[in-house]
């Protein structure tokens, strides 16, 4: 059984930074990918970045050179560092891990992996940038 709390979301001034938390409670850890998802209401729900136990990282277009994602595999936390955030940044951010079987390709950097098969459940953490 998987756990995940997300927090730091919140709201804020274009341009401004937030960063996100993903506490992850799982027996026997052993995530090899993680990622961030986000869905802003009426709006189909995007990958936003994920990495591999090794560090890793892939990032959608439209957040590159801006967010950094990063984790702490030891306490179980994974990060999402959100600069200079625009409007179109505004949505509920969700925390995702590959299923126990990993994903098809064993792979972390197959974004749309993190929609299709990655384990969410949390409340997610709502992030609001006004202009």
């Known amino acids: 059984q998987v756990r995940l709390v997300e927090s730091g979301g919140g709201s804020v001034q274009a341009g401004e930074s937030l960063r996100l938390s993903c506490a992850v409670s799982e027996v026997g850890f052993n995530v090899m990918c993680m990622g961030w998802l986000r869905q802003a209401p009426g709006k189909e729900r995007e990958a936003v970045a994920s990495?591999?136990?090794?560090?890793?990282?892939t990032y959608a277009d439209f957040v590159k050179g801006r967010f950094t994602i990063s984790r702490d595999n030891a306490k179980k936390i994974l990060h999402l560092q959100m600069d200079s955030l625009q409007p179109e940044d505004t949505a509920m951010y969700y925390c995702v891990i590959d299923p126990p079987a990993g994903f098809p390709l064993n792979r972390c950097d197959v974004l749309g992996d993190l929609i299709n098969y990655g384990r969410s459940g949390g409340q997610g953490t709502q992030v609001t940038v006004s202009s």
């Open positions: 990495i591999g136990r090794d560090g890793a990282a």
